[in-house]
């Protein structure tokens, strides 16, 4: 019957529908999204963010396996935007990344004892504040974003609700966007998988990863999600087109990556 009535119902009428649909699904979360005291000390660190950077650039490091044919020594001084597990690189490198994102709740929940250990900004999925005691004080618990997995959009403000676009390196766009970053440069975002099977399946990974810089990445018993690549390219065209708009830039430097959405250059050349 779906199916049926997207053949009969007009695309723009359909999504419109669509998006109807997913806003009601929301409602019930609104309250605690925008007035639990949690959200809104987020909210006042995220305005406090908004536009902070204006003008400067940013480099969001992915976890493919680019980054073992990357030299990381030259983004030390830089503002980095680290993803999920990038943490495990820190002893190697002498230096973290500037702030860290993750929103993947397979990733938070078995990750969640690293990520409180670590001494930057980290920003979350709202979704997992059940992970925290109610006792925890605000100025301990992370930077909580609303993201949702449906309700496509680029959020230039990421204190309201943001789409996740099948990836959290889409969430990272819109939080340097938020931030007011003239350039992102994409690293390490290899847009390809040697695991294959049907997008957002949770898998058990047997033995070493061969899809992140480290075996370890999702080593053995690590649950994780297999890659919805069609819906994330989707996810970057929309930031793609929210950079142009505004007269900003986003670039990939991913040495060897896959993904041709945004322009490449060459890793080495963005240090000139």
């Known amino acids: 019957m779906k199916q049926t009535a997207k053949r009969v119902v007009p695309p723009s009428l359909w999504d419109s529908a669509r998006q109807a649909y997913f806003a009601v699904r929301r409602l019930p979360d609104l309250p605690a999204a925008y007035l639990h005291p949690w959200r809104r000390e987020s909210m006042a660190r995220l305005a406090d963010l908004r536009d902070k950077y204006r003008g400067r650039r940013a480099f969001v490091v992915g976890n493919g396996p680019s980054l073992k ?4 020594s030259r983004l030390k ?28 709740d397979l990733v938070i929940e078995q990750c969640l004892h690293d990520l409180l250990s670590l001494t930057i900004p980290r920003f979350l999925s709202w979704r997992a504040r059940r992970f925290f005691p109610l006792s925890t004080p ?5 930077t909580f974003l609303y993201s949702t997995y ?31 970053f003239q350039q992102v440069i994409l690293i390490g975002v290899d847009h390809s998988f040697s695991s294959v099977g049907a997008a957002n399946t949770t898998v058990v990974s047997n033995g070493d990863d061969p899809n992140h810089f480290s075996p370890e990445y999702f080593g053995k018993g690590f649950r994780w999600q297999l890659p919805d690549l069609a819906m994330s390219e989707w996810a970057y ?15 990939d ?7 041709t959405v ?3 250059v060459d890793y080495n050349s963005m240090f000139k």
């Open 237 to 251: 065209k929309l930031a793609r087109e929210a950079y142009v708009a505004a007269g900003r830039e986003v670039l």
């Open 253 to 259: 430097a991913t040495v060897g990556g896959k993904l």
């Open 77 to 104: 001084h830089e503002f980095t935007i680290g993803l999920n597990r990038i943490y495990l690189m820190f002893p190697d490198l002498g230096f973290s990344t500037s702030c860290l994102v993750s929103i993947n």
């Open 262 to 264: 945004f322009p490449k």
């Open 150 to 180: 449906e309700g496509a959009k680029f959020a230039p403000d990421v204190a309201g609700r943001v789409w996740e676009g099948a990836t959290v390196t889409y969430v990272a766009l819109q939080l340097a966007f938020h931030m007011g």
């Open 138 to 142: 605000l100025t301990a618990v992370p």
């Open 69 to 72: 044919n990357t030299d990381m």
